[in-house]
């Protein structure tokens, strides 16, 4: 092992990757099924639907629906001049059936319900994942390893060759992974998915996508944003020398001289 940088190929960095992030997918759909429970998540979408189907039954709109090959939410995204095609009855009931349910004060409230459990389960679930398998893990596996970059012999340190401490991978993993990588981009499909977000706002996650190909092409160590926030590198494990502090390394560097001298000496 040597104490110069010895930053960890594309490939291995790629695969760990890859492993990690399928157990997290494993993992924050298990603790969104714990969550979802606690909640009573599914009464709330049994309770909506059960009063949507009331109130279309009210309009006969399943006779309908079957009548014409369209259901209520595609009728419902149709032009003006799409819906004039359809029977004048048709587009009475319709009409009716839908501002009906968007005023429905149990529907609007259980609808803002779903929403709020939705993004409470996906950003909890997403947390808990995280905090287990990117800073929980590695504190117990040593040097900033997860279980992907056990399996193939990475390691992160700080970019100085001093071991990470609890600190810093917090800081890595919740507030770089988490926080700007995780978070940021399932907030906003989660806003555009119910309807409640910009379709702008969509533009943000190609940015953050770019913005971490320019830091892995422009930065001397390949680093994302998360190493690039805790001042970390991933590294070969087998070939880099991890030091326990400054102090340390600087002894080394300095014993390693003073045996590189003598030897010149001879």
């Known amino acids: 092992m040597i104490y110069d940088l010895q930053k960890a190929s594309m490939m291995k960095r790629f695969s760990a990757f890859l492993l990690d992030f399928i157990l997290l997918i494993i993992l924050t759909t298990g603790f969104m099924w714990l969550i979802s429970a606690v909640t009573g998540y599914a009464d709330y979408t049994s309770a909506i639907d059960n009063k949507m189907s009331e109130i279309e039954a009210k309009y006969d709109i399943p006779a309908i629906s079957e009548e014409y090959k369209i259901d209520l939410n595609q009728y419902d995204i149709l032009s003006k001049e799409e819906k004039e095609k359809y029977p004048a009855e048709v587009r009475a009931a319709f009409d009716a059936c839908i501002e009906e349910i968007n005023s429905?004060?149990?529907?609007?409230?259980?609808?803002?319900?779903?929403?709020?459990?939705?993004?409470?389960?996906?950003?909890?679930?997403?947390?808990?994942?995280?905090?287990?398998?990117?800073?929980?893990?590695?504190?117990?596996?040593?040097?900033?390893?997860?279980?992907?970059?056990?399996?193939?012999?990475?390691?992160?340190?700080?970019?100085?060759?001093?071991?990470?401490?609890?600190?810093?991978?917090?800081?890595?993993?919740?507030?770089?992974?988490?926080?700007?990588?995780?978070?940021?981009?399932?907030?906003?499909?989660?806003?555009?998915?119910?309807?409640?977000?910009?379709?702008?706002?969509?533009?943000?996650?190609?940015?953050?996508?770019?913005?971490?190909?320019?830091?892995?092409?422009?930065?001397?160590?390949?680093?994302?944003?998360?190493?690039?926030?805790?001042?970390?590198?991933?590294?070969?494990?087998?070939?880099?020398?991890?030091?326990d502090s400054v102090e340390a390394k600087l002894e080394y560097q300095a014993r390693i001289h003073s045996e590189d001298a003598k030897k010149a000496k001879y």
């Open 104 to 243: 429905n004060d149990d529907i609007n409230h259980t609808y803002v319900m779903i929403i709020s459990l939705t993004i409470l389960m996906v950003s909890l679930s997403l947390f808990l994942a995280t905090f287990l398998l990117e800073f929980v893990v590695p504190l117990i596996l040593k040097n900033g390893q997860t279980v992907g970059k056990k399996v193939f012999a990475l390691a992160v340190m700080r970019i100085d060759g001093v071991r990470v401490t609890p600190v810093i991978m917090f800081v890595r993993s919740i507030l770089g992974k988490y926080t700007v990588e995780i978070m940021i981009p399932v907030i906003i499909l989660l806003m555009l998915f119910f309807g409640v977000g910009s379709i702008v706002t969509l533009a943000v996650i190609p940015l953050i996508l770019i913005f971490e190909l320019i830091l892995v092409i422009a930065t001397k160590t390949n680093s994302f944003i998360h190493d690039v926030l805790s001042s970390t590198v991933l590294v070969d494990l087998p070939s880099q020398m991890i030091f």
